[in-house]
């Protein structure tokens, strides 16, 4: 009678370990899209350019929010995280160069796959919370979240491109990508 049960508690011992390799994958797969919510990234980005030398100090800061139709709500979320501190305006990535002089900062919403490189040209810092254009360079600071917390990435050689820095408070504090 026990060989009988052999092959059913070795198959029984399978299908568990399946299922839980599955599950394992499933909850590392699903973590990584989740994102700051933009109410927060705001909060974020006013607290973090005080570390910025090249942003002003006597005056509010200028902040270009670029986004597409398909965000409107997250656009209208991250403009009410702002709060009274900076002065703002958001137009779709088509109107970037035209509008670009005399801002400080750039903030691409998530969904924008262009014109990045006009932060460059301008010397304008450029900001997402789109993580993967921080790690290609395309941008210089994000905001992500890394063991269920908001953390703050940076990418030095787009941050030098621009003609930013950030105090080594804030670097010793994100992550950071060359």
């Known amino acids: 009678m026990r060989l009988k049960l052999l092959p059913k508690i070795k198959f ?19 973590a990584q899209n989740i994102t700051v919510p933009e109410n927060i990234q705001a909060a974020l980005l006013t607290k973090v350019l005080k570390y910025n030398p090249q942003t002003p100090k006597n005056k509010k800061i200028k902040i270009l929010v670029v986004y597409n139709s398909s965000y ?8 009410m995280g702002l709060g009274n501190s900076v002065a703002y305006k958001a137009i779709k990535p088509e109107d970037l160069e035209a509008n670009i002089l005399g801002y400080h900062v ?42 269920n917390k908001p953390k703050i990435f940076v990418n030095l050689t787009s941050l030098e491109k621009e003609g930013q820095s950030f105090s080594s408070d804030i670097l010793r504090i994100g992550k950071i990508f060359k």
């Open 72 to 79: 409107q709500i997250n656009k209208d979320e991250f403009i």
């Open 106 to 147: 750039v903030y691409f919403m998530e969904g924008i796959q262009e014109g990045f490189d006009i932060c460059k040209t301008f010397k304008v810092l450029s900001v997402t919370g789109s993580i993967q254009h921080v790690e290609q360079g395309d941008i210089s600071l994000g905001f992500g979240i890394e063991n």
């Open 12 to 30: 029984l011992i399978k299908g568990f370990v399946f299922i839980l390799t599955f599950l394992y994958w499933g909850n590392t797969s699903f």
